[in-house]
């Protein structure tokens, strides 16, 4: 069974480009999670998606990031347009079910340069 | 609010002697505390978990954590740690909807 998968690894864009991240989650998992590690700190939480709904974006740092997961399968995260501050690991993730029993598989991350 | 402290950034030790990588949390609420490993080039993977009943938590690959709810804290231990260890770890909070906040990692460094 395939993992949840993020796209691209990496990423160099200047400052004002645009960049789209994407995830896949592992086939039949409802909720997605976006997270961001920015320069080794914590990793951050963004947003969390249940099926195609945002249930909670609390973590978006502003409007220049856009997240959707049209039709409720994979997700994209776009930058619009990037700042040196957006650099840093995307991580996404996805759960089956909500609540502390049910197992989160992570992507292996996509690192985001803006230069 | 929660918050999740790791004390140490890096974490150097020789193959085969034991290892305790530290987790404090901040929470006035009750919480999901968990450990994850990210080796190179690779996504997140989940080590253990405390949800609740006995304070002692085994995970895989032989590591073990104490919830300590006096010193709020999750300590991750292993007794003999091999090269294959090396890592990055990361303690984590959780609640309900697997919304979780993370330490800012342990980098393990296990040498021959």
């Known amino acids: 069974e395939a993992g949840v998968t993020q796209f691209p690894s990496h990423s160099v864009i200047e400052k004002g480009q645009t960049v789209t991240l994407r995830c896949d989650p592992i086939?039949?998992?409802?909720?997605l999670y976006w997270y961001r590690r920015v320069m080794g700190k914590e990793i951050k939480f963004l947003l969390h998606?249940?099926?195609?709904?945002?249930?909670?974006e609390s973590g978006m740092p502003n409007n220049r990031f856009l997240a959707e997961r049209t039709g409720g399968t994979y997700s994209t995260l776009k930058v619009q347009p990037a700042e040196l501050e957006d650099s840093g690991v995307y991580f996404c993730a996805s759960t089956l079910t909500e609540g502390p029993n049910t197992e989160a598989f992570f992507g292996q991350g996509t690192r985001l340069t803006v230069v | 609010a929660q918050s999740v402290t790791q004390l140490d950034s890096q974490v150097p030790v020789f193959e085969e002697a034991p290892v305790e990588l530290r987790c404090n949390y901040s929470s006035s609420v009750s919480v999901y505390l968990f450990w994850y490993v990210q080796y190179p080039n690779q996504g997140l993977q989940l080590l253990l978990k405390?949800?609740?009943?006995?304070?002692l938590v085994k995970g895989i690959n032989g590591f073990e954590a104490e919830f300590n709810k006096s010193q709020t804290s999750f300590h991750l231990r292993k007794p003999s740690v091999h090269i294959s260890d090396t890592a990055e770890y990361f303690c984590a909070s959780g609640g309900n909807f697997n919304k979780f906040y993370f330490g800012s990692g342990t980098k393990l460094n296990v040498k021959p």
């Open positions: 086939s039949g998992h409802d909720n």
């Open positions: 998606f249940v099926k195609e709904s945002k249930q909670d």
């Open positions: 405390y949800l609740s009943g006995s304070t």
